[in-house]
């Protein structure tokens, strides 16, 4: 006889475990109890030394789909005689468990919503222990139904039953509903709430796209703005009525089948497309699809996601073509979670909405996604991923909250061996913005009761982040950008020793005040030396510069040729001017009037873009270097070259060239230009491991060459966090855990 507790460490929480475990108690004739701590789960386990064994090895290696075992702590203990195996009550103590994020309808689930005899089917909300709202129904943890904004649903007879046997799938699945018990749909058009049934609103919603209508569609996290993506005029009005000329939309498509009509798609995209994550991909979109062209305008991608509600499966039953799926936010704001607030702020954008009254707590964006070379990055981490947990090496003494930077943020807390990072939150730059950016931090505080003993933010002194920081007594780090985006890197890799890292990105304010963004660095957990860096070049018009690569290209002129030569430059740039416009410029540039240096690579894309007549005025992040990268050529020749002399990266010589050329030529001539920098320094520190990030590397087309040119060996990439400022905050939590610890 043996008797054994055990403390169970992971996502094991809402994800089955505890049948899991009473189950495999069953099967190996063991007593003893299983519950929910506000750790984990507990186990007291007791009979055969034998069978506790054999217990032991099944709940190693085959545990419920959802749950992620981080560890496992054992304690012998003296039988105390139990006489049965039981699940009891949670118990509530300090809270680290670990939650999990929204999943997508898992089989089973779409099998019973598609078969008649099923007493759900075609019911738009069904779930199970193994998929559905998870984190976004969250209020409190331990996850149970009260603590969730399924509390005020008061479960039927059959659902109840479903609940309380541990035999069945939905044995304690707290968002467990039925059409008898569950939240109902409604559908809202023109003002006027509809009188129909539950099958009616799908069928209504389905029709309405069908002729063109945009409507608000109530997802997990948040509310979709829908409509048939191959017709013209929906898509233009959704551009004109949003606001947005260019910004590419999300499409989502019934099946891989017919996402295949859109777009290349290799073993490793269809696995991602397929996955419960279902993340939004970004894909090598087909010419001549059905797609509106507005859809994603002069550009060579297109983003795609499968359905992941049974909502968007009943719809798809309706209605056979590709939707738009774009988050229902103003730009840059957080998702909309109720409809109140869509009517609010987006009344004149939508013909209707579709809603359902299971309230969502916390707002989560889908998550978005590429596939370079076989390798997985994701851009936006969200829906079917966070709150992401990163385990560290060693514990951390301090109780760290850490705010990342502006755009793209998250926050992050660290606590013991744990670092947790938000669900993207958005740029910080409206009230709601930072206002949600409050609500996350306070998400995290109430799950993990954590209260935080240090903050750190981003170096940056204007950030709204480092700003609310300063607002707070606790004593405040700030980190420089470049070095927090390759520790972010690390922290996810488990790497402490010191590495070389290639942080090409827009802009992060630099140790000597000016804006980096081009930089190579030598960086350890504590400490980090710029060891390269793009020449420098100033910023016309600082910030305005950003939304026009026009005046980054003209920049780069005024290094070069005389004000002069340059009014008589047959050039795409000097074109977007008047000469009066490029006089005052210069004169700007001459006495450095509101024209910040800065080494930025992601500005230096700009300019080139403009250069080659690609991009002048931009009205989305990232636009140039998309539309750039369409134009490159595999094998294409060119010789113009970027050299680094003393560690600078000299780029006079290939500007001069490159004016001239066309924009393929062009297009290429940077890429590969960029791909020889990375290859130089890698082969100047021969010893060091390298770290690619920052939002540059986004660009598909340089990430692939690169990864095609580096050792893989030496090669280390982010894993679950993007390559974007939505890494920041790990990385500035994992410098405080390696600062404050024994
Ligand atoms: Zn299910
Ligand atoms: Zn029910
Ligand atoms: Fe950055």
Redesign the pocket.
């Known amino acids: 006889m043996r008797a054994l507790k055990l403390q169970i460490n992971g996502i094991v929480q809402g994800v089955g475990f505890r049948p899991f475990v009473y189950n495999l108690a069953k099967k190996y004739s063991l007593f003893g109890y299983v519950l929910n701590s506000g750790e984990g789960v507990e186990i007291e386990i007791e009979g055969e030394s034998k069978l506790i064994e054999l217990f032991l090895d099944e709940l190693h290696s085959a545990p419920p789909p959802l749950a992620k075992i981080d560890s496992i702590k054992k304690v012998d203990l003296s039988p105390k005689g139990y006489k049965n195996f039981e699940i009891k009550h949670s118990k509530s103590s300090s809270k680290s468990t670990l939650i999990s994020p929204d999943i997508a309808i898992c089989d089973d689930c779409l099998r019973e919503l598609r078969d008649k005899n099923n007493r759900r089917f075609g019911y738009p909300l069904i779930n199970c222990t193994n998929c559905g709202p998870r984190y976004t129904i969250i209020k409190e943890l331990p996850y149970d139904r009260k603590n969730t904004s399924m509390a005020e649903f008061k479960m039927c007879k059959e659902c109840e039953a479903e609940y309380k046997d541990p035999s069945n799938r939905r044995y304690h699945a707290q968002p467990i509903s039925c059409f008898d018990c569950g939240p109902k749909l409604s559908l809202e058009l023109d003002g006027k709430l509809l009188k129909l049934s539950q099958q009616e609103i799908i069928q209504k919603t389905a029709l309405l796209l069908n002729e063109g209508k945009i409507l608000a569609i109530k997802g997990l996290g948040g509310f979709h703005l829908v409509c048939d993506a191959t017709n013209l005029v929906a898509v233009k009005n959704l551009r004109e009525r949003k606001k947005r000329p260019s910004k590419p939309f999300a499409v989502m498509v019934s099946s891989i089948k017919e996402a295949k009509y859109l777009a290349k798609i290799s073993k490793k995209e269809e696995s991602l497309l397929c996955s419960n994550i279902r993340p939004i991909t970004l894909l090598d979109s087909l010419k001549n699809s059905k797609l509106s062209p507005l859809v994603a305008p002069n550009l060579n991608i297109v983003g795609v996601m499968l359905p992941y509600t049974p909502i968007h499966y009943l719809l798809f039953e309706h209605i056979q073509k590709p939707l738009i799926m774009t988050s229902a936010n103003i730009s840059g704001e957080p998702i909309i979670t109720s409809k109140d607030e869509i009517i609010s702020k987006l009344g004149s954008v939508v013909d209707g909405v579709l809603d359902f009254d299971r309230d969502i707590v916390n707002g989560c964006d889908d998550s978005v996604a590429m596939v370079v070379e076989g390798e997985r990055f994701f851009l936006r981490v969200a829906r079917g991923l966070a709150p992401v947990a990163t385990t560290l090496k060693r514990k951390s003494t301090k109780k760290i909250l850490s705010l990342g ?1 502006n ?1 793209k943020s998250t926050i992050s807390i660290a606590f013991n061996d744990k670092i947790i990072t938000s669900v993207h939150i958005g740029d910080l730059e409206s009230i709601d913005s930072i206002s949600f950016f409050e609500k996350n931090i306070s998400i995290l505080e109430r799950f993990y009761q954590f209260e935080p003993e240090v903050l750190i933010s981003d170096l940056h002194p204007s950030y709204h982040s480092t700003l609310w920081a300063k607002k707070s007594p606790l004593p405040h780090y700030q980190i420089q ?2 070095f927090a ?1 390759t520790l972010a890197v690390m922290a996810e890799n488990g790497i402490e020793e010191e590495i070389l890292s290639f942080v090409w ?4 304010f630099g140790s000597d005040g000016s804006i980096w ?1 081009g930089e190579i660095l030598l960086v350890n957990p504590k400490d980090f030396k710029r060891v390269g860096q793009l020449r420098e070049f100033k910023l016309l018009g600082g910030e305005m510069a950003v939304k026009e690569p026009r005046r980054v290209a003209l920049g780069l002129l005024f290094e070069i040729f005389s004000l002069k030569e340059i009014l008589e430059l047959n050039s795409p740039t000097v074109k977007a001017f008047k000469e009066f416009e490029i006089k005052a410029l210069f004169k700007a540039w001459e006495s450095g009037l509101n024209s910040p240096l800065t080494s930025s690579i992601g500005r230096f894309f700009d300019g080139v873009a403009s250069l080659a007549g690609v991009a002048q005025k931009i009205t989305y992040e990232g636009e140039s270097g998309m539309k750039l990268e369409s134009y490159y050529q595999d094998g294409l020749d060119s010789k113009a070259k970027l050299k680094v002399e003393n560690g600078v990266i000299e780029w006079r010589e290939f500007v001069r060239e490159v004016i001239f050329m066309s924009k393929e030529e062009i297009a290429t001539a940077l890429i590969e230009a960029l791909v020889e920098v990375v290859d130089y320094f890698t082969k100047a520190y021969p010893n060091k491991r390298v770290v690619i990030c ?2 540059v590397w986004q660009n598909r087309t340089l990430l692939k060459r690169v990864l095609q040119t580096l050792p893989k060996n030496r090669l280390i990439l982010p894993k679950q966090l993007p390559l ?2 939505g890494a ?1 905050s790990l990385g500035q939590a994992y410098w405080g855990s390696c600062n404050f610890r024994l």
């Open positions: 930077a755009q950008h470049h985006h990105d827009g802009t992060g963004g920052g939002g974007n400022d920041i």
